[in-house]
Each structure stands twice: as structure tokens, then as C-alpha cells.
């Protein structure tokens, strides 16, 4: 039941940092409405997936055995209104960032 009212909480903004994919996961299943988040570099041998038309020479720079993680996770954060990306190399163009119904920032 816990698990249940969390995922409704309506969480106020504050400045949660995302430096691990796995918690940005855990956050998405349990804390779907938190209203602000920043997204930090994931860190030696990971990255995000590609966007559309992405830089191909960025592509081909990419170290074989990176471990790809798909950004559109932040797709679950429906009430998120503020979207800071700290450092962290997207390649290409994520469409998506613009159909977050509540985004009035995204730096």
C-alpha cells in the first residue's frame, strides 16, 4: 500500500541529481511525479542512446562495449517541469523532451 501512495505523491520541486541510471530507473517506477530533475554524465563505459540524425563522427567515437541506456525513461516522470542536463552528451535530436506535457525548462 505504501508503494501505491508513493506513486501518486505529487513530489515538490527540489533538485534531485541522477548520477546512475539504475536510480533514475527506480525513481521512474516509484516516484513518477517528481517535478524537477537533473541528469549527470552516467560515467566510464556508459552512455545514452542516440537521438535522431545523430553526429555520426560522435558515433563512431563511442568505445565499443559501452553499455547504451535509453533516455526516453524520462518519459514516466509526467509531472516533471524542470529538466537540467548536467553534463551529460546526448548525440542527436530527442523529439520526445518536447512532449512533456508540464516542461517549462529544459537546460
Keep these: 500500500k505504501l508503494r501505491d501512495f508513493a506513486t501518486t505523491l505529487i513530489v515538490l520541486p527540489s533538485d534531485y541529481r541522477v548520477r546512475r541510471f539504475k536510480v533514475m530507473e527506480a525513481m521512474a517506477k516509484s516516484l513518477p511525479n517528481i517535478q524537477q530533475i537533473t541528469i549527470d554524465n552516467l560515467g566510464f563505459g556508459q552512455k545514452y542512446?542516440?537521438?535522431?540524425?545523430?553526429?555520426?563522427?560522435?558515433?563512431?567515437?563511442?568505445?565499443?562495449?559501452?553499455?547504451?541506456?535509453?533516455?526516453?525513461?524520462?518519459?514516466?516522470?509526467?509531472?516533471?517541469?524542470?529538466?537540467?542536463l548536467n553534463d551529460a552528451p546526448l548525440n542527436g535530436r530527442y523529439a520526445f523532451l518536447f512532449k512533456l506535457p508540464l516542461l517549462q525548462k529544459l537546460t
Design 49 to 84: 542512446a542516440d537521438g535522431v540524425d545523430p553526429n555520426e563522427d560522435r558515433v563512431n567515437y563511442t568505445i565499443k562495449g559501452h553499455i547504451t541506456r535509453d533516455i526516453t525513461i524520462l518519459t514516466r516522470f509526467k509531472k516533471l517541469r524542470v529538466l537540467e
